[in-house]
């Protein structure tokens, strides 16, 4: 079966880094693009990006540009999302999600139990 | 990119139909038939239940269907059950390789 598993909750400072992973198993990871969504507290969805991990390439949200880097490792099957120059704003669940059909059409059938990222105030 | 506009809050009584509107522009909703559709309960991730603006994923029951007309897409859910109680979310491809979400609705089963 279809399982993705995203690295444990993170603190982190504003101005620092975090990086998730989400390691994918029960399909053909190279087969389908990895999105990338977060959700702040008691707030809605917002999509961050993709990452084809056949070839690497990647489309990211204009809010995301230059401080958002999703990368891949085709060996363990697992996709990384790299957000930069942390705010306090940026405290939120950030969720992996699989593309249902293989590109960028925005079905995501599955999803990974979500990455509780806090940056304190 | 704004987010596409849904309401706050949606209620009914079981057995009721009720339908939740996403309204963007011509850029994404009105511009492509790919507008899909997420069931989310408290805590939980996301569930996939509609795409291609009316297509019902594997297993969902046909209580649910989705719909587009202009700008606005829309979800109504027939014959309400106590546990489709939760948030609702649009998603709607926006062109130049790039999505975007509706601002999410919560649906009262009163």
């Known amino acids: 079966q279809v399982q993705l598993v995203q690295s444990g909750a993170e603190v982190k400072k504003p101005g620092a880094s975090v990086k998730v992973s989400c390691k994918a198993s029960?399909?053909?990871?190279?087969?389908?693009?990895m999105h990338w969504v977060r959700q702040a507290p008691g707030l809605g969805l917002e999509w961050m990006g993709w990452?084809?991990?056949?070839?690497?390439?990647?489309s990211y949200a204009q809010k995301f540009q230059g401080r958002v880097t999703m990368t891949r490792d085709t060996s363990i099957s697992t996709a990384y999302m790299e957000l930069s120059g942390l705010r306090s704003d940026d405290t939120a669940v950030y969720y992996c999600?699989?593309?249902?059909?293989?590109?960028?059409?925005?079905?995501?059938?599955?999803w990974g139990q979500g990455t509780l990222v806090t940056v304190p105030s | 990119q704004s987010a596409l506009t849904q309401p706050r809050s949606v209620s009914g009584s079981p057995g009721q139909s009720v339908t939740i509107s996403c309204t963007g522009t011509?850029?994404?909703?009105?511009?492509?038939?790919?507008v899909s559709w997420y069931q989310q309960h408290p805590g939980k991730a996301p569930k996939f239940m509609i795409y291609?603006?009316?297509k019902r994923r594997s297993g969902v029951p046909d209580r649910f269907s989705g719909s587009k007309s202009g700008n606005t897409a829309s979800l109504t859910i027939s014959g309400l059950q106590a546990e489709d109680e939760a948030d609702y979310y649009c998603?709607?491809?926006?062109?130049?390789?790039?999505?975007?979400f509706g601002g999410g609705t919560k649906l009262t089963v009163l």
């Open positions: 999600a699989k593309d249902a059909y293989g590109g960028d059409s925005g079905d995501f059938d599955y």
């Open positions: 029960g399909y053909t990871f190279t087969g389908y693009y």
């Open positions: 990452i084809n991990p056949n070839s690497g390439g990647t």
């Open positions: 011509s850029s994404d909703v009105g511009g492509y038939n790919y």
């Open positions: 291609d603006v009316s």
């Open positions: 998603c709607s491809y926006a062109g130049s390789s790039t999505l975007l």
